[in-house]
């Protein structure tokens, strides 16, 4: 069946709509965030302190470490520390499979891995989708969030990256470089 004129027009008119809707949103956007899990929960970390994403390298353990820290690890002839986000947060660490990933950090002028269980996307985030995180002391992880983010799809916790790189003892894990 043809579209009528006015239907064609209409049809035109929510379209242009539509744009001018994309373009706002890009407006507002405040950052971006890369999405991964641990178990079941879906965390994140701002994209600007993101430098890539590789697979689990071969570690080399350093004793006298933190239980979190797994060792070191050479990316592109650069020796970076690597922390096992399960390990930090106070989980029961599970076997390595294809969808374990190292996304590397940027902070302070250094580099440090971090392995997680899987990597999801990259989500732009606007204001309206930023919620403060709860005080709770209760819950292990709550130290290490930085803000929590209210999307259509469920609740994502955004990092401090800060908090997760330096110990409560404000000694770097990252010193020896």
């Known amino acids: 069946m043809a579209m009528d004129f006015k239907e064609l027009l209409e049809k035109q008119e929510q379209l242009k709509k539509n744009k001018v809707e994309a373009a706002e949103e890009k407006e507002r956007e405040i950052t ?8 079941n929960q879906v965390y994140g ?10 697979g689990v390298p ?12 797994k060792g070191i690890i050479n990316v592109r ?3 970076l520390p690597v922390v ?7 989980r029961e660490e599970i076997p390595y499979n294809e969808r ?5 950090i940027y902070i302070d002028d250094v580099q440090v891995g971090m392995i997680v269980d ?18 709770s002391t209760s819950v ?9 983010l209210e999307m259509p799809d469920g609740i994502k916790l955004v990092l401090d990256i800060n908090k997760l790189v330096y110990d409560n003892d404000q000694h770097s894990f990252v010193s020896a470089e």
């Open 45 to 54: 970390i701002e994209i600007p302190n993101v430098v890539e994403i590789i």
């Open 58 to 69: 071969h570690i080399t353990a350093v004793p006298g470490v933190p239980p979190y820290i």
């Open 32 to 39: 971006k965030v890369l999405t991964f899990h641990i178990d």
């Open 84 to 90: 096992s986000i399960r390990s930090r947060f106070g």
């Open 140 to 148: 292990n992880s709550n130290k290490f969030i930085k803000y929590l």
């Open 77 to 79: 002839s650069k020796v």
């Open 118 to 135: 899987e990597v999801l996307e990259v989500l732009s985030v606007s204001q309206q989708h930023i919620a403060k995180s709860p005080e």
């Open 100 to 104: 374990t990933c190292t996304i590397i």
